[in-house]
C-alpha cells in the first residue's frame, strides 16, 4: 500500500524566502501525488498533482512540485512565498485504486512573516 | 459557489447522544467520502461511498455509519459519540476516476459536552 511522509511539522520564512516542503511516498505500482493547502478557516483545496509525465508540475499561486523518482519525493517549491501563503499543506498520495482514496500525510504548518 | 455543502458548520452535542452530520454536493460525483481530522493532524478516512457502494476503512470504529440516500446526499451518525471523537468533520467527492482529485467541503466541527 502507498503512504506518505512529511518530516516539516512548522516552516517559519518571511515574505520574498524560497519554500520547499519535503514529500516522501511509498511505492507501490502507478504513482500519482497531490498536494492540497487548507488556508486558515478555509476548506481543502487542490494545490497541485503528479499523475504522468512532465515530473515537474506546475500548481496555483506560483507552486509547484516535482516528482523524482529515484528519490521517492515529492516535494513543494515556491521561489518567493507571500504572507498569504501561510497555511496548512498536505501531501497526498491514492492507496486504494478504483475510489481514490486518499492517505494523507500529517501535513507541514507555513508561517509566513509580513 | 460551494460545490460540497456540509451542514452545519459547527455542532455541539452531549456524550453519548446520537448526532448526525450532512453533506450535499452539485458536482454530480459517483463517490463521497467521509474524513475525520483532529486538531494538527492529517485527515483519517472513515468511508466512503461508491455510487450505492459502502466502502468501511478496517479501523472506523462501529460507532460511526453512513447513509447516501442518493447521488447528491451522504450523511455520517455518530451513534454514541465519546468526547475522543471531538473533531472536524469533512466531507469530500470525487469522479472515481484513476488521478482525479477530491473536493473537500468546509467541514463539521463536532464538539462533545
Known amino acids: 500500500a502507498q503512504s506518505v511522509s512529511q518530516h516539516n511539522h512548522h516552516v517559519i520564512l518571511s515574505e520574498a524566502a524560497s519554500l520547499e516542503l519535503g514529500c516522501n511516498y511509498s511505492?507501490?505500482?502507478?504513482?500519482?501525488l497531490f498536494w492540497y493547502v487548507q488556508y486558515p478557516g478555509q476548506h481543502l483545496q487542490l494545490l497541485l498533482k503528479?499523475?504522468?509525465?512532465?515530473?515537474l508540475v506546475k500548481g496555483i499561486k506560483g507552486f509547484e512540485a516535482e516528482f523524482i523518482k529515484s528519490k521517492f519525493s515529492f516535494n513543494l517549491r515556491k521561489p518567493s512565498v507571500q504572507w498569504s501563503d501561510t497555511a496548512e499543506y498536505f501531501c497526498a498520495v491514492p492507496y486504494q485504486t478504483g475510489a481514490n482514496n486518499l492517505f494523507f500525510g500529517t501535513g507541514t504548518r507555513l508561517t509566513v512573516i509580513p | 459557489d460551494a460545490m460540497v455543502i456540509q451542514n452545519p458548520r459547527y455542532q455541539v452535542t452531549q456524550f453519548g447522544k446520537p448526532v448526525t452530520l450532512s453533506c450535499s454536493q452539485t458536482?454530480?460525483?459517483?463517490?463521497m467520502y467521509w474524513y475525520q481530522q483532529k486538531s494538527s493532524q492529517a485527515p483519517k478516512l472513515l468511508f466512503h461511498y461508491y455510487d450505492k457502494d459502502f466502502n468501511n476503512e478496517a479501523d472506523t470504529p462501529d460507532n460511526f455509519q453512513s447513509r447516501r440516500p442518493n447521488t447528491s446526499f451522504c450523511f455520517l451518525d455518530i451513534r454514541s459519540p465519546g468526547l475522543g471523537d471531538a473533531a472536524m468533520y469533512l466531507c469530500?467527492?470525487?469522479?472515481?476516476?484513476?488521478?482525479?482529485?477530491?473536493?473537500f467541503g468546509d467541514g463539521t466541527r463536532l464538539s462533545i459536552l
Open positions: 458536482l454530480n460525483h459517483n463517490v
Open positions: 511505492y507501490g505500482g502507478t504513482v500519482n
Open positions: 469530500a467527492t470525487s469522479t472515481g476516476g484513476l488521478g482525479q482529485p477530491q473536493h
Open positions: 503528479y499523475f504522468s509525465g512532465d515530473p
